[in-house]
């Protein structure tokens, strides 16, 4: 490995994946690294916490990764937890009364390695399925550019039934991009598809065995390991580039502010939070002016407590409903586990509504009577049990919206001040707001700053997954 002489520094501001991830791979090429996070814990949007109404640790939300996510795999890898991930091949998607239907795996080449599963779905006609089929191939052969139109507009122009959008295209789409199908764009959803399509591995869906911050605290610890610094309930407030160093302004935890000069700086910071730091010099107004083309969108998590088992499954997909997916915890996570072998009785649920917008406006108890009636339709066994505790988590910043037009406004990594970097889900990554954007933006900024430091042959991302069967002919 290549080492600079003198170790360099860099302030990175942001303490969620992004950041991490810029962290771990500068620290590791020898520079002096400092993360300032404004939260008392790291891993951003992707963290837990102890829940102050019910004493449990939770996540602000469940967190699914697939094997396409090759830069957050590799990672994990780096900071030594890729076993504390489970990975799953089969997708459960179960109707309001119970009924349940798997997606898994046949030794058929991709893209047809999911047909025989999918061909017997009950709760999809023949003529849905021949809709979607011939979907999935226009969107996986041909490139989609971005005509402004959004995928839910492509769908009726592509002859998809009704049936087709609500208890396909909705269930997939929504939860990748978590975004409603008439704002989103048609390259974002087409990009969904053709990656989980690429391979019978891409689909394997990874869950996190421990909490969040449990996850990412682990690579606090291997960047303290490489000689750096982790600041938390630290703010970056702003700062000021020259030619040959940033000037920073930081207010740590006692609330006190300092100025400290650095030799370079990243920002991996999410866009509702770039631009009160931005100096007041006119060359940051470009990037000012493309921030205001983004969007929020919510995700809510809805955690129950029951008093008994309500479901053997480890996770679904729910159908028709407001409620996206269910995720039982208390067999998910191994911490829960063990406690579930001395109270068997008990379950952890949590419910997933991407999207989340009709929920903003809801008070915590409508969501749970919501949740708990939605919970009785697809789990028979729910009727019988008692809930003993439950949270609503509403993270209404959640992800950017991938709306029509929105790809020309996220900006690369390399910013207008040569000491500058910009790294976050919402930075051109040719991803969507996810783990794995986040953690290619981080490389990707750390490769720039390498690029500016003079060590132009250092690459720290990772290659994609390869496509195999048929599907090494369709990639655009
Ligand atoms: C509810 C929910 C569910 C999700 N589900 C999934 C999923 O299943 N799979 C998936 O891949 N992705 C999911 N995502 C998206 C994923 O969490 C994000 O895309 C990713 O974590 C973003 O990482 P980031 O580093 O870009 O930003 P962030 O995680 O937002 O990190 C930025 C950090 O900067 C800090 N900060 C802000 N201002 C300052 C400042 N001035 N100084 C210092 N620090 C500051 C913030 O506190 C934050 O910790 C979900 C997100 C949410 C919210």
Redesign the pocket.
């Known amino acids: 490995m290549s080492q600079i002489p003198t170790p360099q520094s860099v302030a990175i501001?942001?303490?969620?994946?992004?950041?991490l991830a810029a962290a771990c791979a500068l620290a590791d090429s020898g520079f002096r690294v400092t993360l300032?996070?404004?939260?008392p814990y790291l891993?951003?949007?992707?963290s837990s916490y102890e829940h102050p109404g019910t004493g449990e640790v939770v996540d602000?939300?469940?967190?699914?990764?697939f094997r396409i996510?090759t830069n957050l795999v590799e990672f994990y890898r780096r900071i030594g937890v890729e076993d504390k991930i489970r990975w799953y091949d089969d997708m459960t998607f179960i109707e309001p009364g119970g009924r349940s239907s798997v997606m898994h795996a046949s030794p058929l080449p991709a893209p047809l390695h999911t047909a025989p599963s999918f061909l017997r779905f009950p709760f999809l006609t023949v003529k849905d399925k021949l809709a979607i089929s011939c979907a999935i191939a226009s969107l996986t052969l041909a490139t989609q550019r971005d005509t402004g139109r959004s995928f839910l507009q492509w769908c009726h122009d592509h002859g998809q039934t009704e049936t087709a959008i609500e208890r396909f295209w909705k269930p997939i789409l929504v939860s990748a991009l978590s975004e409603h199908l008439d704002l989103i764009s048609i390259p974002y959803a087409a990009q969904v598809v053709r990656e989980s399509m690429k391979s019978p591995a891409a689909r394997h869906m990874g869950v996190p065995s421990i909490p969040l911050t449990d996850l990412y605290n682990t690579a606090g610890d291997y960047i303290r390991a490489r000689s750096g610094e982790i600041h938390l309930r630290?703010?970056?407030e702003t700062f000021l580039p020259n030619s040959s160093q940033v000037q920073i302004r930081i207010t740590d935890k006692d609330k006190k502010d300092r100025e400290e000069f650095v030799d370079y700086l990243i920002l991996?910071?999410?866009f509702n939070?770039v631009d009160r730091?931005l100096p007041e010099t006119p060359d940051a107004a470009p990037l000012r002016e493309d921030l205001t083309h983004f969007e929020s969108c919510p995700?809510t998590?809805i955690h129950l407590w029951f008093d008994r088992q309500i479901t053997d499954l480890d996770h679904a997909v729910l159908l028709d409903r407001t409620i996206q997916w269910m995720f039982h915890k208390s067999r998910l996570l191994t911490t829960r586990a063990a406690a579930t072998d001395s109270e068997p009785s008990g379950s952890y649920i949590e419910l997933v509504v991407s999207a989340s917008k009709s929920l903003i406006d809801k008070s915590r108890s409508e969501i749970v009577d919501l949740a708990l009636k939605e919970v009785r339709e697809f789990f028979p066994a729910a009727r019988e049990a008692t809930l003993l505790k439950s949270t609503v988590i509403k993270?209404v910043h959640?992800?950017y919206s991938p709306g029509p037009g929105i790809d020309a406004h996220r900006p690369p990594q390399s910013s207008t001040w040569p000491r500058v970097f910009l790294?976050?889900?919402w930075t051109a990554t040719g991803w969507p707001?996810?783990?794995?954007?986040?953690v290619r933006?981080g490389y990707l900024a750390a490769e720039s700053l390498l690029h500016a430091a003079g060590m132009k042959d250092r690459k720290f991302l990772a290659p994609d997954l390869p496509a195999s069967g048929f599907m090494r002919l369709s990639q655009p």
């Open positions: 501001a942001g303490g969620g994946l992004a950041g300032f996070e404004r939260r891993g951003g949007r992707a602000n939300c469940q967190h699914v990764l996510c630290t703010s970056l991996a910071l999410p939070s730091v995700i998590g993270e959640a992800t790294a976050g889900d707001a996810t783990m794995e954007g986040a933006s």
